[in-house]
Each structure stands twice: as structure tokens, then as C-alpha cells.
């Protein structure tokens, strides 16, 4: 060991003496070099020596100094390299405003010399900044525009950094997916060029990224990866920071000798660095896995540690999973008094979260396309515009060229007067005929529209009674076959008592259905129009979880309630049947030990309604058909349940009558969340 050490020093030792000989040999040539380009190439030499050794005054010097050479040779590369330089090395110094300013000089040198390479290399470093500074559209937009030429020509070190920019960049805009993408590049661009830790903060931020998709098993496959690969002496924050993430991980799947390993490794770890960020996070997913091993005394005291540091350190995030953790103790122990403290306290800081970090929606406007044009090549052909331009300049001032452009221009008037006086007659002629047809064209769009409304409405009327008659035959039949078996003595009275309470809930079921059916159909006999009002969105979610309890309970599902009082301005009826059937939908390709997950949260003066569920998941082929209307797509659940398919897009129908709409996002084997957004008050007159 002591060997290895020794020879890692002199090794250090030699790479220091043969920077500080490359300087120094540098610094010898270029103060016997005559004042030319050459002397200017050399001093640009010198400064990347001095850059890349840290050395940013002494290097700023030389800077100065080749930027007034370069001026006064009319060496336009050279004042370009020179300023890139100098706004890199207040970059360094976090001085943004200087940089920033030297940044946008040296573009316009390159741009001078039609130098795509270095505006290239300018774009990525001014995407750095913007990303620091939170402007992530523009950071993207930068780094977008240099990442093409950096891939053409091989430059490594460039891609590196601008493909970590652009991951960054799409996490903070709530782009997982792509953040992966990019974090993935970086990592082989790493690879390529044997950066350990860019290679290691990769993979740890590519473990993150999954774990946040809930894709705990590849979280835990690339956290794995990351500690493999750690220095216990030189990384020891990190290592401090994976092992009680890795073990939260373990705890998603309940393999509670894994996740117990590694969170206790890394509470002792954490101690020992007193890193207070990593106690705070071992400390509450042991608190977890205590609980969840009924240890309710151990994870008292280990969660209520976690709830001092956390508001010690202000660390939000960690805070809310710890009220989390704390009602589901006091829930546990019977002290709902306390657990509804808890809850209170939960839902002040998730909504105050939810509007620092707001989910992206999808929209019906156009992305900006950064991918079918260059920027770069826009800028420096703007910049031969300007060129142009300045030229045309000095010929304006000749007064002759002056006086013919004004004679012409009154000739050509003229001419123009002339002509519109005789088509005067003929153009009004062609409004008038123009503004009959549009007339016309109205009227006919009017009625159109009208017979397209009507043909909607019984569609969706044919639709609703069709899923409607089909869920109450189901009802009405299994009610029916239990009545028969106990006539004709096919089964004991004790075995007709524990069938009971499936019986029940079908008699549930199709009473309520029936009764929503009616109280709906009575208001509106004639048309399918939307009757809103004003009601607590809470209530339908409790009536609608009540329907299913037997279910759940059945496939020993966890449902869990994280609703709010809220109100929603539509047709209560409406809404009733779209909740119920997104809740029994759950539940059917949910399997055994699946969560179940209701919410709603305000999301810009509108009610965001989310059922999420960790069952089967999704297709991407299959998303596409969910809604469509002319398809009647259905799937068997998890335990050989049947539908009718046309669910969702009554679903859909009835959500879009009222000013609302529905989406839903979802991956293979990891689940499914399904959107719904509706207005909170009546729109104004």
C-alpha cells in the first residue's frame, strides 16, 4: 500500500514539474519571439497552460496582453481566442456579467471569420451559464446549436460538457426522459475520454433519473455501478450520498435484509462525515423500514431525529417524506389526532413545493424545432448580412444614385395610380360577390356544425347506455346465480353467508349505478348537455373508493387517499361516472400487493385529478387506441376481468363536455397515472 502511494506521488510530482517545464519553456519562447501572429499564437498556448493549471491571474495577464497585440496586428483570430479566454476565466471566477460580455465579443470575432468551431465553442459555454443561472430554454437552445459541429469533428472534452449541460437542462424542465438520453451520451462520451468522475456523477444522476420514473430495479442496477466505482478516501460525500438512496431503493421491493444493510451502512457512514444531508436521508427510509417491520418504538425516535435535522437544514423534500412517514406512525399507533396534525402540516408543504416545481402538461402549442435548423449557420450568414448591408450604406450617401431611386419611385407610382383607378369598379365588384359567398360559407358551416353536435350526442348517449347496461347485466346476473344456487340447494346456508358480502357489493354497485343513471337522465331527457354546479371533488372520490373496497381488498391492493377538499365547477353525474370507471380501471390491472394512489391538486386555477396505479402498465401502441372512439379497445385484467372498451372513451366524451380534458401517462410493469383537468368555477361572460 505505502508503495502505491508512493508512486501515485511521484507520479503527481512528475505531471506538475512537466506542466510548470511546458510553461515555463512557453514563456522563454515568447519573449524571444518577434510581436507577430506567431507571438500570438504562442501566448494563446500559454494561457490554455495557465487556464488548465488554475492560475487565472497570471493567466488574465497574458490575455490582456495578446488581445492588444492582436489588435494592433488586425489579427482577428487572435483577439477572438484571446476574449474566449478571458470569459472563460470569469466564468471560473463567477463573475457571469464580465463573462457573458466577453463571451458575446469573441462570438463576433468568430462570426468575422466564418469560424464555426469556435461560435461552436462559445454557444456551449454560454449554455453552461444560462443553465447556472436558471434560464434553461436559452442554456438549451446554446447547447443545441454547438453539439453538431462538436460531434463531426470528435471533440470529446466539448461533448462531455455540453451533453451534461442538455441533461441538466431537461431535468429541470421536467424532461426525464430526455435527461436520461443525454446523461446516457455523456456517460460513453466519458468513457471514451477515462473521465472517472464524469463517469461516476453520470451513472449516480442516470440512478436518480430512473428512480424518479420508478423504475426502482435499473435505480438500483446504476447505483450499484456508481459505488463500485468509488475511492473510499476521495469520495466519501458521495458514497455518503448513494448508500441511503441504493437502500431506499431495496425498500420499494420489501427486501428489507438489503435495504437494512445499506441504510445502516450508511448511517454509520454519514456520522462519521457528519454529513447532515446523508444522516437526514438514512434516517428516514430506516425510519421507514422500521415501521414497515411494525418496530413502531425505533422508528419514533429515528423519525423524529430526521424532522430536526430536516428543518435544521431546510430541506424541503426530505421534510415532506418525513410528515409523510409520521402520519402513516401515528396512524399505526391510533393517535389520529396527531396523524391529522401531520397531514395538515404535509399538504401546506406540498402545495407550497407544487408551485416552486410544477408538473409539465402537454399543450396544444408548437415546440421551438431546434433540430431542423443552425443556428450557428443563421448567425454567421446574418452576419454577412450585415455585412452587405454596411456596404450598401456608402453607396446610399452618392446624391445621383439618390435622385434616379426618386425618379423612378414616381414613375412607378404613377403607373401603380393609373392602374388601380381602372380595376377600382371591377375589385368592388369582386368584394361584393366575395362577401355573399361568405355568407354563405357561414350559414353553411352553422348548420354543419350543428348536425356534427348532434351526431356527437348520440354517439355518446349510445356509448353511456351500452357500458351503463352492460356493468348492471353483470350486477343483476352474479346477484341472480347466487339466488339460484340457494333455491335449488346447490349450496349450504353457511356457504351462502360467506358469499354474502360479494353479493352485497353487486347490489352496491348496481343500485348505484342505477341511481346515478336516473338522477342524471331526469335532467337531461331531451339532450346530452352538461347540467354544472359547484361540488367537493373529495366526496366523489370517497363514494367511488367505497364501491371498490371489496375488490381491493380481494387482490389485497393498497389504495391509498391523498385527496383534498376541493371543489370542481361541472355535471356532477358526469364527473361521478368518469371517476368510477378510472377507479375500477385501477383496480383491474392492478395485481396482488399494487398501489393504488388518488389525488387532486390545483394546477393554475384549474382542478388536477390524478388516479395513479403500479400495475401492468400501458403500450405505447396501445395509448394511442384508449380514447379513440371508433375502436372499441379492452384488455382482460389482472385476475380475467372483462369490460366493454368503450370506458375511457366515454370517458373522454364526458370530460370534454365539460370544458375539460384527459390524458394518461404510463410505462410497461410500472403503472399508470391517469390525468384528468377541469374548471373550478363558470366561465366567464
Known sequence: MKQLLTLAVCLLTFIGFSQNERIDDLTVKLAYQEADSTKVDISLMLIDELYAVEEYDKALLYVNQTAKLS????????????????????????????????????????????????????????????????????????????????????????????????????????????????????????????????????????AELYSLRKEHRKAIEYYEKALEMLNP????????EILPKLGSEYLKFR?????????????????????????????????DLNLQKQKVKLAEIQLNEAYDIAQRIDNKQALLENYKLHIALDSTRGYFQNAFFWQNKYYDLKDELSKIDQPVFPVDTEPLDLNNTNPIEEEIDNFDEEESNQTKKTWLNNPLVLYAAFATTAILLTLLLLNYLKSKKYRETIIEQREKLKQEQIRSEAILEQVHHLEEVNQVKD??????????????????????????????????????????????????????????????????????????????????????????????????????????????????????????NAVKFSRTGDVITISNQDVNGKALICVEDTGVGISEENIKKLFNANKNFTTIG???????????????????????????????????KFFIELPKSAPKA
Open 463 to 584: 356509448k353511456l347506455f351500452s357500458i351503463v347496461s352492460h356493468d348492471l347485466k353483470d350486477s343483476i346476473s352474479s346477484i341472480k346465480a347466487f339466488l339460484d344456487l340457494l333455491k335449488e340447494d346447490s349450496i349450504s346456508k353457511e356457504e351462502f353467508r360467506e358469499l354474502i358480502p360479494e353479493l352485497s357489493e353487486n347490489a352496491n354497485n348496481a343500485s348505484s349505478l342505477l341511481f346515478n343513471l336516473l338522477n342524471w337522465s331526469k335532467s337531461q331527457m331531451q339532450n346530452l348537455e352538461p347540467n354544472p354546479e359547484l361540488f367537493n371533488i373529495q366526496d366523489v372520490f370517497h363514494t367511488k373508493m367505497a364501491l371498490v373496497e371489496q375488490k381491493v381488498e380481494d387482490k389485497r391492493i393498497v389504495l391509498i387517499d391523498e385527496s383534498q377538499r376541493d371543489f370542481v365547477y361541472a355535471d356532477k353525474s358526469m364527473v361521478e361516472i368518469v371517476i368510477q370507471n378510472l377507479i375500477t
Open 233 to 240: 478516501t476521495k469520495d466519501q460525500n458521495l458514497r455518503g
Open 255 to 287: 427486501e428489507f435484509d438489503k435495504a437494512s444493510d445499506y441504510l445502516v451502512e450508511g448511517l454509520k457512514y454519514n456520522r462519521k462525515q457528519d454529513n447532515q444531508e446523508g444522516i437526514l436521508l438514512a434516517l428516514n427510509a430506516i425510519g
Open 71 to 206: 489588435e494592433n496586428l488586425n489579427y482577428t483570430k487572435g483577439l477572438a481566442e484571446s476574449t474566449y479566454y478571458r470569459a472563460l476565466i470569469y466564468t471560473q471566477l463567477n463573475d457571469y456579467f464580465n463573462a457573458i460580455d466577453n463571451y458575446d465579443k469573441s462570438r463576433k470575432f468568430y462570426l468575422q471569420i466564418s469560424d464555426t468551431l469556435g461560435v461552436a465553442k462559445v454557444s456551449n459555454s454560454l449554455g453552461l451559464i444560462e443553465i447556472k443561472r436558471g434560464n434553461y430554454a436559452v442554456g438549451l437552445k446554446n447547447s443545441l446549436s454547438a453539439i453538431d459541429i462538436f460531434e463531426k469533428q470528435n471533440l470529446f472534452d466539448e461533448l462531455s460538457s455540453a451533453y451534461n449541460n442538455l441533461a441538466e437542462a431537461y431535468f429541470k424542465t421536467n424532461q426525464i426522459d430526455k435527461s436520461i438520453d443525454f446523461n446516457f451520451k455523456a456517460l460513453d462520451v466519458r468513457k471514451r475520454i477515462n473521465d472517472r468522475d464524469g463517469i461516476i456523477a453520470s451513472t449516480k444522476n442516470i
Open 638 to 672: 389482472t385476475k380475467n376481468e372483462k369490460g366493454t372498451g368503450l370506458g375511457l372513451t366515454i370517458a373522454k366524451d364526458l370530460v370534454e363536455l365539460n370544458n375539460g380534458r384527459i390524458w394518461v401517462e404510463s410505462t410497461v410493469n410500472v403503472g399508470s
